[in-house]
């Protein structure tokens, strides 16, 4: 929207046996620093247990990774992603009171 962006870009398996999701956000706003966090987070169905919260003042952007991480896939038995399921919200870094600018839940399906 004008006064933000938050958009992945590529997703998939690491070397690792980890699975990484590299994003760009901005921050189109002249006056307010933005959080963006994740929420309620699930894959394939089963409720994870991840944590992604990236701050970014006025008029910057910025590249990143959220890597959900080998050992946590392979409790679930998790060998293939179909579907991230997550809440993101986006509100004014400097008062976490104030009504966020966007809480809304998206689905990522990395194979489409």
Known sequence: NDQFSFIILSS????FGDFEINY???????????MFSWHDVSVNNYMFDIYFAKSLIS???AYGSITFYDYKLDQNSITSIDE????LKVYDYNDWLSDPLLKTVFTYNPEE
């Open 12 to 15: 998939g398996f690491t070397e």
């Open 59 to 61: 008029g910057r952007r």
């Open 24 to 34: 760009y956000i901005e921050n189109k706003t002249s006056d307010m620093d933005l």
């Open 84 to 87: 991230i399921e997550y809440e």
